[in-house]
């Protein structure tokens, strides 16, 4: 089992940014890590992901304001968010994911990004 702790959710006024951070418990090699957030009435959707070997991938709907990297040797993926508007408000889950047999997906406990207008 892995164990995915988040941090940095918080709230902020639009137009502000916030840094959020994630520590896997265990080695991310072969993993793809990445954010996804839920607002209140939908679903949850994808925010950014990277791989392990550093490719990315960023929603259009955050492209250009937010930011993933990764840092191999702590096991940590981090999103800077910039620019923030309050349609950007939600929980904000981290997610470790291989994607080849076995495969296995892990999620954190979530943690809350508000911004108001």
């Known amino acids: 089992q892995v164990q995915l702790v988040e941090s940095g959710g918080g709230f902020v006024q639009a137009g502000g940014s916030l840094t959020l951070s994630c520590t896997a418990s265990?080695?991310?090699?072969?993993?793809?890590m990445g954010w996804y957030r839920q607002a209140p009435g939908k679903q949850r959707e994808k925010v950014a992901t990277v791989t392990s070997g550093g490719t990315t991938y960023v929603a259009e709907s955050v492209e250009g304001r937010f930011a993933i990297s990764r840092d191999n040797r702590k096991d940590q993926v981090i999103l800077q968010m910039n620019n923030l508007d309050p349609e950007d408000t939600a929980v904000y889950y981290c997610n470790l994911r291989r994607v080849v047999t076995p495969i296995q997906v892990y999620w954190g406990q979530g943690t809350q990004v508000t911004v108001a207008s």
């Open positions: 265990r080695s991310t090699s072969g993993f793809i």
